[in-house]
């Protein structure tokens, strides 16, 4: 059976392989080739975890572990053999792995942050940090909007599925259910945004401007 | 009475705060909606001083309390009601609070490299990076060039203001009047900047090209 | 007579100062003026290693250590100079520059993650993160593609460096001489790549794409 532990080391790890995977699209998509397809990769996989590590002043996780170098080799061969065969691939694709890896990252991301005595409030700003900061420097490094600022409830689908996550530790549950409780929140929050455009407005309707940025 | 340390709680929450309204107004200018209007708020607040932190392998400021978000949120909350009543800003808003950010941030910046050991050449440049670091990553995600690199005397008046620092602690100044030169000599150097235009030339004057980026 | 960690400052400073340059010479390009200059050259130069020193979770090297800024301020200094009595200078310059940059800090960052226990492969990650992280901080800011990301065997030329080094080790070959083979390697592999076009074809070719990015 399944450990604690060894349940966190593989959703890092299945979280490392979805980001692997979304920047070698990226990368795909904006005709980058060499290895830098793989820097882009690595910095989309490991960015949002060395940040909260580096926030939470422990050592980085993957210094002493060279199983996710290994990971995101892996994911991003695959995804260019894939590529070799499928000359078109629909931004939908790009859009679920993203998904998939801001889920497994804030669960990570809160899951640390508790363990290392940060309080519920600050948890939860850290697990959606995990979850967002890969993507965002993906976006900010190829020069697109990042995702994370566009209006269907990116950074949303984090807070909310560490409030599940919150709220679930409060009420006694199982550790591991509390972990898929919030892994399948965050995922089914950005999952159904993407599919039924959710949005959160903030400000007023603006009127159509052309030179809107 | 305040007592010192209070004083830098303060400024430093006042900082959080300036910075907070000037993440969420260019949000609004950049037609953002959702939550990553608040992802965008707090990266412009809390970049700067999390480096700072990072750097000075210090735990990170915000990580043991909460009241930095809470901070947060309010200031966008307002920001935002505010502009659901004035349905335009001038660009100048955002300039000032700004500079209020970049004053506050220096002089917190400064006090803690000299706490922890560094020596004032280098404090200079860390309460300059603080000051910078949180606004460069604002405009760097938004797609702006970003403020600090252009004409007006953005990072000078911190040098300018961290050089008044040092030289006021060498006269042996009461420490909460030092900090008080520094604050306003930075605020006054970047609002008379903007005011009047100064400008520090660099490189010969370059002839004009069409081709300019 | 040299010993190994004289060396190691001397090499730290000459990329430094190497990189201010290269950052300099972007400013330049850009059209920026006053400290910014100073500020995008600081960046550009003390970026990489500042990363790399923020994981591996040791004090940042220039916070007890102010000759890095003074190398900066006078390599900016100088490059400021030459270019006021040389209104053209050739793109090329900025990209030699580059490499040896990229040669110099590559070697730092495996020696330095080698040195506090990183396995090889991580070490190798990290001194072309080290490499890398600067130049590509330098371009996401100034709005250009990020030179790591375009196809002249960028990264590429940091981890073949790096292998090198790791097998000179292995090979028991003499730790100064090692150093200069790693060093070499990643600078005539970039140089090469960008004198002859060589690259590292990883998706199929494209058809030319007239909406492409």
């Known amino acids: 059976m399944f450990s604690m532990s060894a349940w966190f080391h593989w959703i890092d790890l299945a979280g490392v392989a979805v980001f692997a995977i979304s920047g070698t699209l990226m ?17 989309t996989a490991i960015g949002g975890g060395t940040l909260r590590d580096m926030i939470l002043d422990l050592p980085v996780f993957w210094v002493s572990d060279p199983s996710f170098f290994y990971v995101i080799l892996l994911a991003a061969f695959v995804t260019i053999l894939w590529l070799r065969f499928h000359s078109e691939f629909p931004l939908r694709y790009l859009l679920v792995a993203d998904a998939f890896g801001l889920a497994f990252f804030n669960v990570m991301g809160l899951q640390k942050a508790l363990q ?8 939860i700003a850290l697990g959606a940090m995990t979850g967002v900061f ?9 020069r697109e909007i990042p995702l994370v600022l566009r209006g269907e409830l990116y950074a949303t689908a984090c807070i ?3 409030a599940a996550y919150v709220l679930a530790t409060h009420l ?4 591991d ?3 898929l409780i919030a ?31």
């Open 27 to 43: 990368a795909h998509r904006k005709h980058m080739d060499g290895f830098g397809v793989v820097v882009l990769a690595a910095v």
């Open 116 to 123: 290392y005595g940060a309080t519920p409030f600050v948890a």
């Open 134 to 142: 890969g993507g965002l420097i993906r976006d900010v490094i190829c």
């Open 160 to 162: 909310i599925g560490g």
């Open 172 to 175: 006694d549950i199982d550790s």
């Open 177 to 179: 259910i509390t972990l």
């Open 183 to 213: 892994l399948l929140t965050t995922l089914l929050v950005r999952l159904g945004a993407m599919r039924w455009y959710w949005h959160l407005p903030v400000f007023a309707a603006h009127e159509e401007d052309p030179n809107r940025d």
